[in-house]
């Protein structure tokens, strides 16, 4: 095979707000690695005790998500310092919220969570893929955020980026918290929500396998090329690639080469445990019709699940080629952690949790496809 190359998504996005430095901190630098988006009602939480606010004893397990990084996989127990809860505030019966103890701070969730466009020419909004429960008018980017760390300061939260600096929104929050009639978010670390003890997060397989992917823009986005020689015999290509079918060339040692490179898996080669399955084929979609070296091509997406040295990864990929030249392969990958290849085998086609969207903009995998539609446009290969 000629060449294989990788290039790598601008992660600038989601490292210029808190949940990025969050999700970095915890997976050790590595905001490629991803997280995850698990709601309580899905992991065995009918109501969720809140001791550390005043005047909310609980609120429902179908309002409140966790925030996983990857790195809680490192240890056969999460930390509870290492998830982020997010409560909403139409799971409460009150306007206003106090916290009993410990450092609150306020902010705008516009100033805390990654926006949805990958690309910066978008609406900016953000998905609700964070928030469990009714989220209608609850989540934009106006919606007062109510940060409760306990007896953590603001860095050991965040990281060492939270410090006190130009790029911190976080101000010293007012104790009781009231937003008169309109929607809010309480945030807390794990330890604050559940103490240390809790085996709704301790549990990390059954965490993450209730999971789905934390929509990080481009912060987990990897691109592998494959370039091989497409010599022809009496007018046909002697290509052995050029008429295999993009499904079963993923699975073929050459492709997973690639996968491997553009960082589809932290293992040391690729084994597909489920999957992959088409989720968007050619043709289908002419928004999705691009160029790849002056020569037009679709752009097909596929689900699947792939093994991992602490455990599996959903991955979506997205694949390009053209044979103008040599035959060239292009396939965006993303990822997040699952919690067992059991459940993840299970889960088959990944669609019970995994994201498959029918509308544009709504899911990360969409998200991932549209972007890789300007990583072609721009591909050159050496």
């Known amino acids: 095979m000629d060449s294989v190359g990788s290039k790598m998504a601008d992660r600038h996005g989601p490292l210029r707000t808190p949940i990025g430095w969050f999700v970095e901190r915890v997976n050790g630098g590595a905001i490629s690695e991803g997280a995850a988006v698990a709601y309580g009602d899905e992991f065995g939480i009918d109501t969720l005790p809140t001791p550390f606010l005043e005047n909310v004893s609980s609120i429902s397990g179908g309002y409140v998500s966790?925030?996983?990084?990857?790195?809680?996989?490192?240890?056969?127990?999460?930390?509870?310092?290492?998830?982020?809860?997010?409560?909403?505030?139409?799971?409460?019966?009150?306007?206003?919220?106090?916290?009993?103890?410990?450092?609150?701070?306020?902010?705008?969730?516009?100033?805390?969570?990654?926006?949805?466009?990958?690309?910066?020419?978008?609406?900016?909004?953000?998905t609700t893929?964070?928030?469990?429960?009714?989220?209608d008018g609850a989540f934009d980017k106006s919606t007062p955020l109510l940060l409760a760390t306990g007896d953590r300061s603001l860095e050991e939260v965040f990281g060492e980026q939270a410090r006190a600096t130009g790029n911190n929104p976080f101000d010293t929050g007012n104790n009781p918290f009231d937003t008169g009639n309109n929607p809010f978010l309480v945030v807390a670390p794990g330890n604050v929500v559940f103490g240390d003890g809790s085996s709704h997060v301790r549990d990390v397989e059954r965490l993450l396998d209730a999971s789905?992917?934390?929509?990080?823009?481009?912060?987990?986005?990897?691109?592998?090329?494959?370039s091989t020689p497409n010599a022809s015999v009496a007018g046909q290509s002697a290509n052995p690639l050029v008429d295999v079918e993009t499904?079963?060339?993923?699975?073929?040692?050459?492709?997973?080469?690639?996968?491997k490179r553009a960082g589809v898996t932290d293992a040391d080669e690729v084994e597909w445990l489920a999957g992959?399955?088409?989720?968007?084929?050619?043709?289908?979609?002419?928004?999705?019709?691009?160029?790849?070296?002056?020569?037009?091509?679709?752009?097909?997406?596929?689900?699947?699940?792939?093994?991992?040295?602490?455990?599996?990864?959903?991955?979506?990929?997205?694949?390009?080629?053209?044979?103008?030249?040599?035959?060239?392969?292009?396939?965006?990958?993303?990822r997040a952690p699952l919690g067992t290849a059991k459940a993840a085998a299970k889960k088959g086609d990944t669609t019970l949790h995994m994201p498959v969207a029918t509308t544009k903009g709504d899911t990360t995998l969409f998200a991932g496809r549209e972007y890789m539609v300007s990583v072609v446009e721009r591909l050159a290969i050496e």
């Open 66 to 126: 966790v925030l996983a990084p990857t790195g809680v996989r490192r240890r056969d127990q999460a930390d509870p310092n290492d998830v982020l809860v997010f409560l909403n505030s139409k799971g409460f019966d009150t306007e206003t919220v106090s916290v009993r103890d410990g450092n609150v701070f306020e902010a705008s969730a516009g100033e805390v969570f990654p926006s949805r466009p990958w690309l910066g020419d978008g609406d900016g909004g953000l």
């Open 129 to 135: 893929t964070w928030l469990n429960g009714d989220v």
């Open 212 to 226: 789905r992917p934390a929509p990080l823009g481009g912060g987990t986005f990897g691109l592998g090329v494959l």
């Open 247 to 259: 499904k079963e060339l993923l699975q073929r040692e050459e492709a997973r080469e690639m996968l």
């Open 276 to 334: 992959p399955k088409v989720a968007y084929r050619e043709g289908k979609d002419p928004d999705f019709v691009t160029e790849l070296l002056g020569s037009e091509t679709a752009i097909e997406s596929f689900t699947g699940v792939v093994s991992g040295r602490e455990g599996p990864w959903w991955t979506g990929v997205h694949v390009a080629r053209s044979s103008a030249d040599d035959h060239v392969i292009a396939a965006g990958v993303q």
